[in-house]
């Protein structure tokens, strides 16, 4: 069965570093999504991508984030200049629609920021 | 702006024993989309079922079944003979009103004692 996948498995950056966090989503997928899951809580949408560019994002995606579709297989999240509060799971997710269709998540990648 | 409730922090059964969790949701949107994913101990999120707003019956699948109640906004999963391996914090959400991202609820945390 497709699924999505994330690389790396866990991320370990210092404080105020860059990091990119990359996906690879189901082949036939057109959607594309970014979610956040600090430990403990509940997942938290961050934003998703359509036809090369943002279709919609969350109070949560300020600028310290950019999301990038380089080639046409990976789906990329960036972060700059990281704070101690971006330590989180994020997972990447794909459907084949919007709203409405289920998302499928990858594993996710663990980010710790020293 | 959606909302999902899942009053139950911490549910524990002995295998076996059947379990109903509880999701509420909130919802300005007469078209809206309900899911419900299970989140194991090794961190994934794996999607079990969707539900739009004009289809109330509900579903049985295996152990698993969904109630969706639009009069009391509520979309109920029971496991009938309850497993170990269904051990897991399960999430609820919705998406409606036009956005891509989910909203989740903060998570039943499922432990099935054998």
């Known amino acids: 069965e497709p699924e999505v996948t994330q690389t790396p498995s866990h991320q370990v950056t210092q404080m105020g570093q860059e990091v990119i966090l990359r996906c690879v989503p189901i082949?036939?997928?057109?959607?594309f999504y970014w979610y956040r899951q600090i430990l403990g809580q509940k997942v938290e949408f961050l934003v998703s991508f359509y036809n090369n560019e943002i279709s919609e994002k969350s109070e949560i995606f300020d600028d310290q984030f950019s999301v990038e579709r380089p080639d046409g297989s990976n789906f990329t999240l960036k972060i700059r200049s990281t704070k101690l509060e971006d330590s989180a799971m994020y997972f990447c997710?794909?459907?084949?629609?919007?709203?409405?269709?289920?998302?499928?998540f990858g594993d996710g990648t663990r980010l710790s920021i020293l | 702006a959606q909302k999902v409730t899942q009053a139950q922090t911490e549910i524990s059964v002995v295998e076996k024993e059947d379990v109903t969790l509880d999701c509420v949701y909130e919802?300005?949107?007469?078209?809206?989309?309900l899911f419900w994913y299970k989140q194991p101990p090794s961190g994934e999120l794996v999607f079990l079922i969707r539900r739009n707003s004009f289809d109330e019956q509900n579903e049985i699948s295996g152990r698993y079944s969904w109630n969706f109640q639009k009069s009391t906004s509520s979309f109920n999963f029971t496991i009938t003979a309850s497993q170990v391996v269904d051990s897991a914090v399960y999430f609820c959400s919705t998406s409606g009103g036009g956005a891509d991202g989910l909203t989740f609820g903060k998570g039943t945390h499922l432990i099935i004692q054998p």
């Open positions: 997710a794909s459907s084949e629609t919007v709203r409405g269709r289920p998302q499928h």
């Open positions: 082949s036939n997928h057109l959607y």
């Open positions: 919802t300005r949107d007469t078209t809206y989309y």
